[in-house]
């Protein structure tokens, strides 16, 4: 894996402390194909520890059926305050902004400073943007695009926006939750072999629905992807690299849908 990852964490984390600090309220964003997979839960607790209020906002709700939303946000709630959204499609971001003021407890006339965290890649800009309401704020689907502190306001919000943070050092897990890009892979075939292996575990029949083709050997159906997708090397072999490729950033943008239940 290219890039000084331990280095990066160790800025981020130091930005990240400083955004948070002195925030009212804590937005911790998570994916709603799997929203236990995306909390930072080490950092939760700190920011219990802290006296922070924290409000868990299950993003990309699009991606999965409303059923399963609920089941989540019940179990979610035994912890804390939830609320699912599709920051793309700007559902559920003013039940959201009444449940910051809510959370909040201040008088009508106070700002609230609003810290928003969350994994790389998870939509925690484009939700920035849809609570300023009107795009100010940088986005993409590439992981870490926020590298410092940005700050925005919508009238008695005062938005922050902090660096995408991870806590482990599983590679595999990295590129599950999106936050490492797939240009800095030594090997794609490797991560994309894992990657298929777990979501065929959650949805047997995913890779079918999104490509048309599907195998029970992950290299075999990261060849039939490339022959698909008319991609070979020079000597005619199919280029099951950038199939890989293909595979581990549909993933990260969302085009590869499936989604867990919570643990009964």
């Given at each position: ?17 400083k ?26 607790k ?19 059926p ?37 959370i ?14 969350g ?30 502190i940005q ?7 005062k ?31 490797y ?5 298929i292996?777990?979501l ?65």
């Amino acid at each position: 894996m290219r890039g000084n990852y331990k280095g990066l964490i160790r800025k981020s984390w130091g930005r990240f402390w400083k955004a948070v600090k002195d925030a009212d309220v804590i937005l911790e964003v998570l994916d709603a194909r799997d929203p236990d997979a995306f909390r930072l839960k080490e950092i939760e607790k700190k920011l219990i520890k802290m006296g922070k209020k924290l409000i868990l906002v299950i993003n990309k709700s699009d991606l999965v059926p409303r059923s399963i939303l609920d089941l989540w946000k019940k179990h979610l709630e035994r912890e804390y305050p939830v609320v699912y959204i599709s920051a793309r499609f700007r559902l559920g971001t003013g039940i959201l902004r009444e449940l910051i003021y809510r959370i909040a407890r201040k008088n009508k006339d106070s700002e609230i400073r609003v810290a928003i965290i969350g994994y790389p890649n998870v939509g925690k800009s484009t939700l920035i943007n849809i609570l300023k309401g009107y795009h100010s704020v940088s986005t993409g689907s590439k992981p870490g695009l926020t590298k410092n502190i940005q700050v925005v306001r919508r009238g008695r919000l005062k938005i922050i926006d902090t660096p995408g943070i991870f806590l482990c050092d599983n590679h595999s897990m990295l590129v599950y939750t999106g936050a490492i890009r797939v240009e800095n892979l030594d090997d794609p075939v490797y991560y994309a072999i894992i990657l298929i292996n777990k979501l065929k575990e959650i949805r047997k029949d995913v890779f079918y629905k999104v490509y048309g083709v599907d195998s029970d050997g992950p290299e075999e159906l990261l060849r039939k992807i490339a022959i698909k997708r008319n991609l070979f090397l020079k000597k005619g072999e199919p280029n099951i690299e950038e199939a890989a490729k293909i595979v581990l950033r549909d993933w990260q943008v969302g085009k590869i849908i499936i989604w867990r239940e919570p643990p009964r």
